[in-house]
């Protein structure tokens, strides 16, 4: 592998860039080029689910073990719910931001966030890119849904700050996302750059309440979105956006902490930066920490290294701008070296959490219509479809449904056949399990009305009503512990069986 001085760069800016990235890398033990960059002064790195299926402990301890003379960042999106990366082959064992909102307990949302933390902390994991800060529009936004605490501000903004408290409580930093407020756009930054609905005052109004919410419970890091605001932002994102980040983040609403970027290789940013001009842009903007998603690795980690120092070296970012983002992430890592706890050998989460998890799930359920002890559901042999939903980038492929406690079937929104689930649930009770129905209300519609004694149960944000009468059970969340607590309430056996992640049999073969 090439050394700084053999590739030409200026090893003291080198050395500044280092310390301002976090890459992730493949597999349950760190490659060299890793180890190699912390012992050089990089950041840290960011862990995914793919990272965590061995020994994490090991893992985190051998990363810190690389460090020459301080704490790395080593961070990761846990967000319980939907978003989970430490529990995502068996689904979270909290529910997410929409159950906690909707149970609006502020006690119960720190509870579960120090939960979480703790989990982390005894991981060996200091940085958890949570909570996320969105206030939901009137529509749906396709990168945040039950990601949100909801879609009243005031809720949020509570509920944000009780999450910072929980976390932080724990030794965990914070990081409240996605500046200046994801909920109220129609698309999702990972696909193209995202525009807030509304003003400029509708912002101030609607979406910056649970930012200022979070920097006032001492966040240690707030990650502004790939959103742009005409009246502020002009044509970029927020993430490349001075008057967002150091006019409007820094300036108006006063945070001092760690900027974070959101993952780079978002087609928002790179699709018309590039990731390693994007990277330059951005801290130019204000943000003092990059973070690079999954899908990145060793030659995009060296483009942005290479990209920072080239722009200094050109004068298009000012080094002052580098060693003060420097001076913060090194500020940020002190802290968590005086407050990080980390317990050897392996530990696992769910061992732990199913009860403060398992309570707030049961507390978020909604239940409407005819109860199910009420309708034609018979003590055995249901037919339990499951929809799998178009997939949500942010939350990936995760374990979801009443798979672990009852047989079900799980078929594609876009597969979704009326015709042949009626066929198959012929003298049959029927339950649909569904994520934001929305998305199929037609079929649906045509199902229920089909049969009006079936039970629909809606793992996502609750967006459709159904026809009058129908037995109807909202989760606000397709967590594990939320489809523990749905499983409960239908009076399904608790049994484990295999899960069908892909229904490729017709549905009337059984």
């Known amino acids: 592998m090439t050394s700084f001085l053999e590739a030409g760069i200026d090893p003291v800016l080198a050395k500044l860039a280092d310390a301002i990235i976090i890459p992730p890398f493949p597999g349950i033990e760190p490659p060299r080029w890793i180890l190699e960059a912390l012992g050089r002064g990089l950041a840290g790195v960011t862990l995914f689910g793919t990272n965590v299926l061995g020994d994490t402990s090991a893992l985190t301890s051998s990363l810190r073990s690389a460090c020459a003379d301080m704490e790395p960042v080593i961070a990761i999106d846990e967000e319980g719910g939907d978003v989970t990366r430490v529990a995502y082959a068996d689904g979270s064992p909290y529910p997410g931001n929409a159950a906690l909102g909707a149970v609006d307990d502020v006690a119960l949302t720190r509870s579960v966030y120090a939960a979480i933390g703790r989990d982390l902390a005894l991981l060996g994991i200091n940085l958890n890119l949570a909570p996320c800060a969105d206030v939901l529009g009137d529509g749906d936004s396709p990168a945040v849904g039950t990601r949100s605490f909801g879609a009243a501000t005031e809720v949020v903004a ?131 920490l990059l973070c690079l998603g999954r899908d990145t690795g060793f030659e995009v980690y060296r483009a942005v290294r290479a990209a920072l120092v080239s722009a200094v070296a050109s004068g298009s970012l000012p080094g002052s701008r580098l060693e003060e983002a420097a001076a913060r992430v090194s500020a940020l890592r002190t802290g968590l070296l005086a407050s990080v706890r980390v317990r050897a050998g392996r530990h696992d989460p769910l061992s732990v959490s199913n009860g403060i998890g398992l309570v707030a799930a049961r507390r978020a359920l909604r239940l409407s219509g005819s109860r199910p002890e009420e309708s034609s559901l018979p003590a055995a042999n249901p037919l339990i479809i499951e929809v799998e939903p178009r997939e949500n980038i942010a939350a990936g492929e995760f374990a979801w449904g009443l798979g672990p406690w009852a047989p079900v079937r799980r078929v594609d929104v876009d597969d979704l056949d009326v015709a042949e689930i009626l ?47 129908t037995s109807y059970l909202a989760t606000y969340g397709a967590s594990r512990a ?29």
């Open 482 to 510: 939320s489809a523990q607590a749905a499983a409960e309430i239908l009076g399904l056996v608790l049994f484990r069986v295999t899960p069908v992640w892909r229904w490729r049999e017709p549905l009337v073969a059984g």
């Open 158 to 288: 509570r509920h944000t700050a009780a999450a910072v408290f929980g976390l932080q409580g724990t030794g965990v930093a914070a990081c409240a996302k996605h500046f200046p407020g994801h909920g109220s756009t129609g698309t999702d930054s990972h696909h193209a750059i995202a525009t807030i609905a509304g003003s400029l005052d509708d912002v101030w109004r609607r979406d910056l309440p649970p930012f200022s919410a979070a920097i006032n419970a001492g966040a240690a890091a707030v990650m502004p979105g790939h959103l742009r605001v005409p009246e502020l932002t002009g044509d970029r994102p927020a993430t490349l956006s001075a008057a967002a980040i150091t006019g409007l983040l820094r300036g108006e609403l006063g945070f001092t902490g760690v900027v974070i970027s959101d993952a780079l290789e978002m087609k928002a940013t790179s699709a018309v930066f590039g990731i390693p001009g994007a990277a330059a842009l951005a801290v130019a903007a204000g943000v003092d």
């Open 423 to 469: 066929a198959a649930a012929a003298g049959r009770s029927l339950i649909v399990v569904v994520r934001d129905a929305v998305h199929a209300k037609a079929m649906l519609g045509e199902l229920l009305a089909a049969r009006p004694d079936a039970i629909l149960v809606e793992m996502g944000v609750p967006l459709w009503t159904p026809p009058a009468g």
